[in-house]
């Protein structure tokens, strides 16, 4: 009975099983990965070099592919000079679990290369800041201007056309536009972030109140409420759960913005961690600072998600996840 409740449309399932089905999302990565690395008749396509032999251009601790280092322990065998030496590796781009859990602790600890680097606390409050401004002027236009689009149709006829064609422009494409009037440091990034999520901000709320149930407007009018009361007191509270879930879902792509966001102009935040980390081939730092930007975002996620449900307690939509 349990089991074919799991695969009834929408059906709620128990603390634990939510508890167990969340672990399960992220261990069955962590094993593919973990096999990928530790188990060697996988995936290990190089051959990490122990010993060199009779080889001048190979040295210890280098990585070799599979078939030239059989090559050379062929050629080796054949005129009786000593063989090189080694054991299965994985691509230096591809470092193993424990590895990276290594760099989680040591990117914090481990000053920066160079001496105009950045600690990785530093560059992830740089990247958080840009978000943060991004997003929020993004939301300080886009939720009003949906809301006002869902609700009203002249605004939504003399704005949405717009807003379709604006939204299908790459918001990367405007770099070289906003570095001109906004500088080098982070006022092209933020406005990168904001082109990336308002317009999109706008034709998702304004679709999100068109959901209301249009028997409510009218039992509001039947029962005295007048047209400009409408809005704040029947619309807005109406949809104002189903806008704080789309905002928590839009916060995600201001995320994706922010990489490329963080190119243009002076190189800075989390994008200049990985990049210079990658530059000297520390992957496990790459991998690290990755993992740290998954961890931050879904943190936000869950915390905002735990406050939706202190706020919208009356709100049973979302409450199933």
Not at 75 to 91: D, L, M, S
Not at 289 to 298: R, T, Y
Request: proline residues 7%.
């Amino acid at each position: 009975m349990r089991r074919a409740k799991l695969f009834m449309i929408r059906a709620p399932l128990a603390p634990s099983s939510r508890t167990f089905f969340a672990i399960l999302s992220f261990a069955l990565p962590l094993a593919v990965w973990c096999a990928v690395s530790y188990v060697p008749w996988i995936w290990h396509p190089m051959v990490l070099i122990s010993n060199p032999g009779s080889v001048s251009y190979l040295q210890p601790g280098m990585r070799l592919d599979y078939q030239i280092f059989a090559s050379e322990v062929k050629t080796a065998g054949e005129t009786g000079a000593a063989p090189p030496e080694g054991r299965p590796a994985n691509p230096v781009y591809l470092p193993a679990p424990h590895q990276v859990l290594t760099a989680l602790y040591t990117s914090f600890t481990t000053p920066p290369e160079t001496r105009d680097g950045k600690w990785l606390h530093e560059s992830l409050w740089q990247s958080i800041q840009v978000i943060f401004w991004g997003f929020m002027i993004s939301s300080l236009i886009g939720v009003p201007l949906g809301l006002l689009c869902g609700a009203y149709s002249g605004i939504s006829r003399s704005t949405e056309p717009f807003t379709e064609f604006f939204r299908y422009l790459p918001a990367p494409a405007f770099g070289a536009l906003a570095v001109a009037i906004l500088g080098i440091y982070d006022g092209p990034k933020i406005a990168i972030i904001v082109i990336g999520t308002l317009f999109q901000q706008i034709l998702i709320i304004a679709n999100t109140t068109r959901t209301l149930d249009y028997p409510l407007v009218e039992a509001a009018m039947t029962l005295g409420t007048k047209r400009i009361q409408m809005l704040p007191r029947i619309v807005i509270p109406a949809v104002l759960p189903a806008i704080y879930r789309d905002q928590r879902i839009l916060l995600g792509w201001a995320w994706t913005y922010l990489i490329v966001a963080e190119l243009i102009g002076t190189s800075s935040g989390i994008t200049w961690f990985i990049t210079q980390q990658a530059r000297y081939q520390h992957f496990a730092n790459v991998y690290a600072a990755i993992i740290i930007i998954g961890i931050l975002g879904l943190s936000t996620d869950l915390t905002l998600a735990y406050l939706g449900r202190r706020f919208f307690a009356w709100d049973r939509t979302g409450q199933t996840r």
